[in-house]
């Protein structure tokens, strides 16, 4: 009876977090006990029921953010077998878990069969419906109707002995309608929409076993990715865009190759010291072909008839490797070094041709070259001066170099090779402190400042510093949490200035007394601004300015449920407001930002939501439950509202059997 | 209650302490039945199934100690040898990987942030009360991290994200909660705890293979500084988790030719004087540069 009410009771905490969908319903429903059936114990529940969206406004910017649709759904189902004695024949656990079977556009199924001590056997399914309506600053191109279908197999024998075997395979597709743009013919050429059937594949295999002996693990890793892309471009009919005509454009780009991978692990773990070492190495390879051929008129009003063909493959071989050594000689002191070294170098023999098949001549132009690698090394110790203070510090320093050839001019005009290195090293340290003057008080603070001497962007940290705290309390009824976390990153170079600045302030609550009702509450107000130099043309004349962007981000989220009798009821509200940097601008102008004005995107996204359950029969429940989506800009990024208001909700019945 | 009070008494005559004093899970069954009731579902009770383990790594012994103490008492939770609501998050953990440590993704627990913030095993799991029976979890997992992790529920809450609070992802699709190698493909040891695609790449490039390459053109970013120098990984309010709203305020901020950067230490290049941003159609990068994250054809990402 203890366990049942203490099911029931974590029932209702998953039932009081579960808040921002809606579907499926995280009451418990059967008996947490399930049946017995031979050997085996089965729990089962599954959830059928009806799902309704009603949406007003932009429906691009809906299914790009939520997606729910109307239709009939397997919301749910979660199955476990057990065998009661731990001597199934065959195995002696299933798991099955599904989520929005049937047409929601997040789909999983999760699967897991162990025999144990044999065998174990993990499914992972999903599928993504991928919308996009498009870049709004880019007029929509980049548009994205796909489908995305993810599946991950792992089976492992002998999963708890000293020898294991293991093997597994990845799949990942993502098909579908899609438009992507292509600008011709030449550098202040139009710009055209294009229509793309995107079709790409990955497979991965993977083989690899685990031995043990001495306390040493040793796990070897052989690994196979296959990727694949063979998605067409084509001009679905004549078009013009400003002076520049296009009559035909046909693009094909078939891009298949395969990235085979070693990964060797060696670790020990003892109570005094451990280690931790890994070498990879990853040889990706790809071949690709490209032919384009644009049929028109320039913007002078001349007729083109283009060709480019473009052969070759891309090679990219990475090795890694990470040695990590730690003591921990007694209860109180603990020291860990860890020193990693990385090493790519993309490396490719492509031929870059083109025709001018009207004129009869030909450009030819090669590759480039890039290759990086970084060296890190960092100490950190730990002291717990008394049960209730612990200090900690340490530092890391990184060094990388950067190696390139690449071309002086643009594609076509002959190209000379440059050979470029670049070399920047870092400089960090870190501290922490922590305090538990209380069983239930935590307080954690800790700090990082780094100095880079050459830092590859200038929006890459060079002199930043991070400062967080962290105070927590709980008990087994309530929680609550503070915490600041703030990083700096100033970059200044004498043509251009980067400055970025954000700051985390969250505070969150939850209170679940009894098992019939519980609270949950949290606040995050999350600030950056940012200022950067940019230069831009503007009439042909190179134009210094600065970039400032400002968002200040509020969150909320309150849930509150509710058991009353046979009925639970459920009641959420999520809030997102970014109100900038204060001022609600009705209009975003591009050209001001350009001149320095202050970049914000003002908006409110607000989710309430409510549901109810009702316990018909000890077997059976009913649900329903409501979501409103409300969208809100306050500026136009291209011109144009994406704003949108949207009804969700579902009726359903929770069933086991 | 009152059987289950004379079975105790039943019980603390009953079985004598077996060597270093285990007297066994049999023992244990008789007071706590309705712990008992469900173990055979408990991914620990291969331990008693097997009947190979020595009596420290089996069943309730094999966890909380040996139980002669406990049953002479007849209860307290003081009496238990290891009762893990009374241990610190050191010892915990000991008493974890006494059987876990062998597995891969545990290597780096001891070192992990987690550990060294004081965040234990059992904050997470829950041994006889789990909600989630895979990995025995004491809440869902994106319940679990945003429990402590309050700002990035903040960020999974924005309009534009990856999509964990609908199911369809995991946070462990990206971190390893319990503690992950450097992430060598940044200069810095942030971002903490995430886990690299086979080959220490990004975990981005796990489900995003189209972005990975190799490319005969590599856009530098992608390599140099990852997928962050452009994106918020969590959710943005801005289109395709972008870290500003417009895209030529990303692109410019970096191509601005301010010197000490990029690869010649002469800055990242400005763009073309044929581009005129007083032209809107300027301002729209990724409509010209469409393959923006690599290009086997074009240099400047134009095919």
New interface residues.
Partial sequence: ???IR??VW??A??AL??Q??IAPTPEPVGS??GENLGGY?VVNSFETGYRFSRIDGDLG?YR??VNYRNGVRLLGSNL?V??????GRFF??I?LST??LGND????S?L?VQK??LYRYDMLW?L?EYY?PG?????G??ALDTR?R?QDHDFVLGP?SNWSLRLGYSR?S?TGPAL????LFD??G??FPVFRDIR?T?N?YRAGG?M?WFGF?L?V?R?W?N?K?DTPDSLDGAGSAGRTTLSGFR?A?P?H?N?P?W?V?L?R?S?VW?M?G?F???G???D?V?D?MALGTDRFGAARNRQ?V?A?N???P?A?G?F?L?F?PG?KF?L?N?T???N?R?D???A?LEFDNARASANLAY??F?G?R?V?N?T?A?YRVT?WLGF?GGY?Y?A?R?S?V??TA??GAGLQA?R?T?E?H?H?G?A?I?L?PLRPL?I?LDGEV?R?D????????KNYHLLGG?I?YKTRSV?L?T?Y?QRYNTNS????T?SARGR?Y???A?WMPRGWFGFDA???R?HVD?V?????????Q??PGQ?V?I?N?H?G?LGMHFGLGRADVYAGY?I?E?TGDGGRAGVFD??A??AGAP???P?R?H?PLARLSIRLHSKIRWNAGWQFYR?REDIA?SGAFQNYRAHTGYSSVLWSF | MLALLLLASAAGAGPAPGPAGYVGSNACKTCHADLWLNFYKNPHYKSIASGLEPPERTGCEGCHGPGGAHVEARGGKTTIARAFSLLRPAQVLDACLACHAKDLSRANIRRSEHTRAGVACSSCHSIHKAQAPRFLLARKQAELCYGCHSAVRAQFSMPSKHRVNEGFMQCTDCHNPHGAMAPTWRMGARPRMVEQALGNEEPCLKCHSDKRGPFVFEHPSVRVDGCEACHFPHGSTNPRLLRRPVVFSVCLECHNGAGNFGRQGDGIRTQSASHNMADPRYRNCTACHARIHGSNSSEFFLR
């Fill in positions: 009876m203890r366990s203490f099911l974590v029932g905490a998953g977090w579960s921002q969908a947490p006990r114990n910017r790009s953010d476990t057990n065998s009661r004695d731990g001597h002696d656990e798991v989520l929005g556009p997040y789909q999983s999760l897991r144990n001590r999903r993504n996009n870049l709004t600053i880019a007029g191109l980049h995305r993810l708890e990942e993502q992507s743009s292509v600008q550098g202040r139009d710009i790409r990955r991965e685990r043990q693990r796990d890793l690994a990715d990727f892309e693009r780009e891009y190759g990235t991978l990964r692990n670790h773990e109570k451990a931790n890994r990879s190495y990853a990706g390879r790809r690709f490209l384009e480019i473009v070759g891309a090679r990219r990475v890694t990470d990590l730690s921990t209860d603990s860990v860890n990693s070294v990385y790519n993309i490719g023999n492509a870059y590759f480039q890039l990086m970084v890190s960092s950190e730990g049960k900690r890391q990184s990388r950067v390139s690449e071309a643009p594609e440059l470029y670049q920047s870092l960090s870190v922490g922590r538990q935590t954690n780094g880079d050459r830092p590859f962007f200038p929006v890459s940290d962290r927590r929680a949490e915490s976390r170079v004498a043509l251009s980067h985390d969250t505070a969150a939850s949290s606040y995050a999350l940012t950067s130099g940019i230069a831009y043309f503007s009439r042909l190179l134009t970039s962007y968002s981000l969150t989220n999520s997102v970014d591009p050209q930002v350009l970049q914000a995107y908006l996204f989710t969208y990024l």
